[in-house]
Structure formats: structure tokens, C-alpha cells
């Protein structure tokens, strides 16, 4: 019995060892060797804060066809209007450390121009786990919403062989374009 006990034990300590080990402050480059990695997690993490709203920048221009990475700058504050269809954790990634604990991960939210679009109408806005905590996002209360989304244009070039203005030839195509939204500075729900 005792033997049980303190093997139970460890169970635990270790348990709470290996979450507390997750959940350590992870910095702003995130952990990536590349260089090219922690520039595009150092934009994934930048502090959110208001800036004044591209006007030129809209759901249509975010989903038009072409030539994606330059279309766009990483420092434009934009503010877009349109329907959420699907959502997903973001899981572990190098922007925060791969870690397993969900409060810490991306909410990964799926924008298009109606609920019934398809992959050629649809982009991402990525909501940190800071947002999550500050605003308590719910994504079941977000889908199927029509939401007004501000925040940073990101292009993440890790996402874009799931793009179709990207991957020309490839069957992973679940988005339209590899720019997103990120990090989400207001969600708020629009008028239909």
C-alpha cells in the first residue's frame, strides 16, 4: 500500500511539475532556432495596442486572389467585419513554447464574407491567450456570429501551404490567404 501511495505521488508531483514547467513565462521570440521563426513569433506576440485603422483594408482586400506576402504590411491596424464558421485551439507552437496548457495557446478563429462560404472565402484571426484571459472569449458564443475583428495584418508564411493564393497545386488548401489578423486587439459582435 505504501508503495502505491508514493508512486501515486510522483504521479502527481510530476504532473504538476511538468504544468508549471508549461506554463512558464515564455519570451516574446517564442523558442525557435530560426531567426525568421522568432521575427514572425515576435510579431505573434507583440503587446496589443490600438493604433489608428487602415481604412483602405477590408474583408474583400483581405481575400482578394494573387500574389500574397507583399500585399499587405505587418504594421497596418486594420478593422474587418465578417462571419465566424469554425474555430480551432491553436495548440502547441513555437510562438508560445510549445506548450500543452490551452490558456496559454492561440484561439484560432475562421472569418468569412457569409456563413455558407467556402475556402476561397475564408481567413484567420489568431486570439492570444492574453486577450482570452483579459476578455473571457467563449468560442461556442462567437460561431456563427457576425463580428467586426481589429487588429495586425500578419502574413505567416508558416500557414501558407494551407492558402490558396500560395499552394496552387495542393489538396491542403483551408484558407484563402496566409495573412491574418494577429494579434486581435477588439472582437466585437456586428449588426446583421
Not at 513569433?41 to 477590408?58: E, G, H, Q
Not at 493564393?165 to 496566409?178: H, L, V
Amino acid at each position: 500500500m505504501k508503495t502505491l501511495l508514493y508512486t501515486v505521488g510522483i504521479i502527481v508531483g510530476c504532473t504538476f511539475t511538468l504544468r508549471a514547467q508549461d506554463t512558464a513565462k515564455c519570451p516574446i521570440i517564442g523558442k525557435s532556432k530560426s531567426i525568421k521563426v522568432q521575427g514572425l513569433n515576435y510579431l505573434r506576440n507583440r503587446p496589443i495596442v490600438s493604433k489608428p485603422i487602415d481604412p483602405k483594408t477590408n474583408i474583400d482586400t483581405i481575400l482578394k486572389s494573387g500574389s500574397d506576402s507583399t500585399r499587405f504590411g505587418s504594421s497596418w491596424f486594420v478593422s474587418v467585419t465578417g462571419w465566424v464558421v469554425g474555430y480551432e485551439d491553436g495548440g502547441p507552437q513555437s510562438c508560445n513554447c510549445f506548450t500543452h496548457d490551452e490558456d496559454n495557446q492561440d484561439l484560432v478563429l475562421y472569418i468569412a464574407k457569409s456563413l455558407n462560404s467556402w475556402k476561397d472565402s475564408i481567413f484567420t484571426v489568431a486570439v492570444t491567450p492574453n486577450y482570452k484571459k483579459t476578455h473571457g472569449i467563449e468560442p461556442d458564443s462567437l460561431f456563427g456570429q457576425k463580428v467586426t475583428i481589429s487588429g495586425y495584418m500578419l502574413y505567416d508564411f508558416e500557414n501558407a501551404k494551407y492558402s490558396l493564393n500560395d499552394c496552387k497545386n495542393c489538396n491542403k488548401a483551408k484558407i484563402k490567404t496566409a495573412w491574418e489578423i494577429h494579434p486581435v486587439v477588439t472582437i466585437r459582435k456586428a449588426p446583421k
